[in-house]
């Protein structure tokens, strides 16, 4: 996160996170095996909400999630947020999830990012 960056400001997209899922996915930095190995690591994490819960079990993910509150007084948090993005190795076609959300309850944000990836995984005609 950049230094000078207001608690409240966004500081990373949707197409940045492609940029570095997809580097990582065609070896275009990294030697192949590390970015094999990189991907497999992620492949490891035990996150199962959001975009893990709403793919097939036995279809493979490579995820990376990330939570922030941001506390406007010391007591409450004001605004929560919750990402999550995942190389989604479906059979023959893998392609890149990526959802961001805002809110106040973790769950429905989880519950949003659940029902997006499976709504997207029941369009394997039009991936």
Do not use: W
């Amino acid at each position: 996160m950049p230094i000078d960056a207001p608690m409240n400001q966004d500081v990373i997209s949707p197409k940045n996170y492609s940029s570095f899922f997809r580097i990582l996915y065609n070896a275009s930095i990294l030697d192949p095996d590390y970015s094999e190995k990189a991907l497999e690591l992620l492949s490891r994490s035990n996150y199962d909400k959001g975009i893990r819960a709403g793919i097939p079990s036995e279809i493979t993910i490579s995820q990376k999630y990330g939570e922030r509150d941001t506390n406007i007084n010391a007591n409450e948090i004001q605004i929560r947020q919750l990402h999550h993005a995942a190389i989604v190795y479906y059979p023959g076609k893998p392609f890149f999830l990526c959802v961001m959300t805002k809110g106040n309850d973790k769950i429905k944000m989880q519950n949003v990012i659940r029902d997006i990836a499976r709504i997207v995984s029941h369009l394997e005609e039009f991936i």
